[in-house]
């Protein structure tokens, strides 16, 4: 285990990931983790991450006392990177200044002495690296020298070899840094003498064992799966461990897209013989949103009913086994559940509060299920490799999200008025389509069409029509916190809007959505 103490850089996460890309597992806690948290994972490197705060400041986290003697004491390297370099630095003496000049960006740096983290053949070496700091060592601790150093002269990177501490003053784990996971990968296997070997089937593996010791023979499981990636990969990995003691819900509640009950229904039951039901709850559903135009609003309706669905199932099932469901599948990701040290100032104490409203939150406390989150510790891409192995067709895998809302979402307004749903239905479906045709799907975060409660004048056919407007929409995004439009070219486009007239009754207007996130977001409410 690579063990990343995280002192709220943006890039740590990336770390963890470059990491993992190099088969070697690694996690992230926060640097101010106890001794105790940190000695009980027994890593067998550790490293420092960077940060947005400088060691001067009162308050600025670190990591705990008798870090670095376990460290040393066990033959444990580690490697601070940025503020981790500076933390490392001012806690063994040394002495960190606020630059001469401030160092953000693109930046060359030199290798300027046989060095473990180069090697030695790399004296006099220049390479590209992304800077991101104001503070710079400028006395070191004891033992440690001085191996590169930026353009500017700034300390760039440092080690003291015998003691296993380095430092890198850059960021390695950002793909501008053009040898940065080269050297990370060094460090790791040359330096510290890691062996490459964490594969996605042991990691189902190990779930696969975790979940059998987790739950007792005659416990039961339940699962709600949303059609989406996460929940349906953690339902096979759960059903592969404990069969059909695992009851899986589906709910159809009207919000669903052109046949994406028939198409993830197939999914489960005949490409992963997932044990699952249906519930039909479209009138439910459809007869509690109806007349309610505001986004907020309408979300609260669907989470409350369906919460209720589920609480319905439950008993429904308690009935059947003659006792209660113990535990609750959810399809939680790493990224929800990392903690990180925020940024100074920013009031914020946890970074998966953001996303919360993605979980099944506020089951009913009597329901009192245990959770099991056999996906909390990957990424998304990683929970897609896994989802390969556990035989999820790769076109299921490779689905854009889709909000827990549904359609709710992309009908501004009412969405019981007249034939709103189905006509997005019909445009949604034909944009889909068109750009899985042009072999765009897999370049495209998500793409979808919004009904817009508007109606404009038209003429088809030589007659005035009063008709609907809908909108496209389709960006581009890494992790959908932030977006860009998506660059269709033209011919595509008046393609797409011609089908979509022609073949949808009710539309004679079709508009493309050009706004990044921010200032807007991806879904229209
Ligand atoms: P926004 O619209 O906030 O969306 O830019 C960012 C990403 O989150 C999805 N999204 C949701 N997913 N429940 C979900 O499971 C929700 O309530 C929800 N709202 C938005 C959205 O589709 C996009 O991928």
Request: charged share 20%; net charge negative; aromatic share 8%.
């Amino acid at each position: 285990l690579v063990l990343i103490l995280d002192f709220g850089s943006q890039y740590t996460h990336l770390i963890t990931r470059r990491i993992r890309s190099l088969s070697v597992f690694s996690l992230c806690i926060s640097g101010t983790s106890s001794l105790d948290t940190i000695t009980h994972l027994k890593p067998s490197v550790v490293i420092l991450s960077g940060g947005p705060h400088s060691v001067h400041t009162p308050d600025s986290p670190s990591f705990p006392d008798g870090f670095l003697q376990w460290a040393q004491a066990n033959a444990v390297p580690v490697l601070g990177i940025c503020y981790g370099l500076q933390l490392l630095v001012q806690r063994l003496g040394g002495d960190v200044r606020v630059g001469h000049t401030q160092e953000y960006g693109r930046m060359d740096i030199c290798v300027h002495q046989p060095s473990a983290l180069f090697g030695s053949h790399k004296i006099g070496k220049r390479q590209v690296v992304w800077m991101s700091h104001g503070d710079e060592a400028v006395a070191l601790p004891h033992g440690f020298h001085v191996v590169a150093r930026s353009d500017q002269g700034a300390v760039a990177a440092i080690e003291n070899p015998s003691a296993m501490l380095y430092g890198l003053q850059y960021h390695p784990e950002v793909t501008h840094s053009e040898e940065g996971i080269e050297t990370l990968r060094r460090f790791l296997f040359d330096v510290c003498g890691l062996e490459a070997g964490w594969t996605m089937e042991d990691v189902m593996e190990e779930e696969i064992m975790v979940i059998k010791d987790t739950v007792g023979p005659d416990e039961h499981v339940i699962c709600a799966l949303s059609g989406g990636v996460d929940s349906t990969v953690a339902a096979a990995l759960v059903h592969k461990a404990i069969g059909d003691r695992l009851h899986c819900v589906f709910v159809d509640n009207g919000l669903l897209r052109y046949k994406e009950k028939e198409r993830v229904m197939e999914t489960f039951q005949k490409d992963l013989h997932l044990p699952v039901v249906c519930v039909d709850a479209v009138d439910q559903f459809l007869s509690q949103l109806k007349g309610v135009t505001d986004p907020e609003t309408k979300r609260k309706i669907i989470g409350k009913e369906f919460i209720a669905i589920f609480d319905e199932f439950a008993h429904k099932l308690e009935g059947k086994l003659g006792k209660k469901p113990s535990y609750l599948v959810q399809g939680t990701l790493y990224p929800d559940v990392i903690e990180s040290c925020p940024p100074p100032g920013s009031g914020r104490t946890h970074s998966h509060t953001i996303k919360s409203h993605h979980n099944v939150g506020g089951l009913p406390k009597d329901m009192k299920l245990k959770l099991i989150e056999p996906l909390k510790l990957l990424f998304k891409d990683e929970v897609r490799q896994l989802g390969r192995i556990l035989d999820v067709p790769q076109a299921f895998l490779k689905r854009h999200p889709f909000p827990g809302p549904g359609l709710a979402v992309r009908v501004l307004g009412d969405v019981t008025e007249g034939n709103a749903l189905d006509i997005l239905r019909q445009v949604d479906e034909i944009f889909i389509q068109s750009i899985k045709d042009a072999g765009l799907y897999d370049s495209i975060w998500q793409a979808f069409a919004v009904f817009l409660p508007v109606r404009s004048v038209g003429v088809q056919g030589d007659q005035r029509t009063h008709s609907h407007v809908v909108a496209l929409r389709a960006v581009t995004s890494q992790d959908g916190m932030t977006a860009d439009w998506y660059y269709f070219e033209h011919k595509f486009l008046d393609d797409v809007a011609r089908k979509i007239c022609n073949g949808v009754r009710g539309v004679n207007r079709v508009v493309q959505d050009i706004t990044s996130k921010p200032p807007s977001t991806i879904e229209w409410e």
